[in-house]
Nanobody, 125 residues
Framework: QVQLVESGGGLVQAGDSLRLFCAASGGSFSTYIMGWFRQGPGKEREFVGGITRSGSTTRYADSVKGRFTISRDNAKNSVYLQMDSLKPEDTAVYYC??????????????????WGQGTQVTVAS
């Protein structure tokens, strides 16, 4: 069973960049599809993007496509979310999540069995 810990959040200005980190332990990291989700104030948790087990394929929500990039390093049991050209509407708690069983990257939170505690990202205008 994998445990996930996010870090790298903070307060930035609109247009800035931020890189989030998710460290995994306790499981075979390379066997998990990894996803990033976020939950803004008063909003439901939403899919940001995901990456396949090998890292060869990524998928993004339309709202972040072209601005955010997901990558992973299976040797370091880590997944990353590079966020560029940040907007105030990107303000949210960001979570990484792991899916052991699906055959493809899902945008549905209920497909991911393991979650980190989240890291706050605040983008000031």
């Amino acid at each position: 069973q994998v445990q996930l810990v996010e870090s790298g959040g903070g307060l930035v200005q609109a247009g800035d960049s931020l890189r989030l980190f998710c460290a995994a332990s306790g499981g075979s990291f390379s066997t998990y599809i990894m996803g990033w989700f976020r939950q803004g104030p008063g909003k439901e948790r939403e899919f940001v993007g995901g990456i396949t087990r090998s890292g060869s394929t990524t998928r993004y929500a339309d709202s972040v496509k072209g601005r955010f990039t997901i990558s992973r390093d299976n040797a370091k049991n880590s997944v990353y979310l590079q966020m560029d050209s940040l907007k105030p509407e990107d303000t949210a708690v960001y979570y990484c999540a792991a899916d052991r069983w699906s055959g493809r990257t899902s945008s549905r939170p209920d497909q991911y069995a393991f979650w980190g505690q989240g890291t706050q990202v605040t983008v000031a205008s």
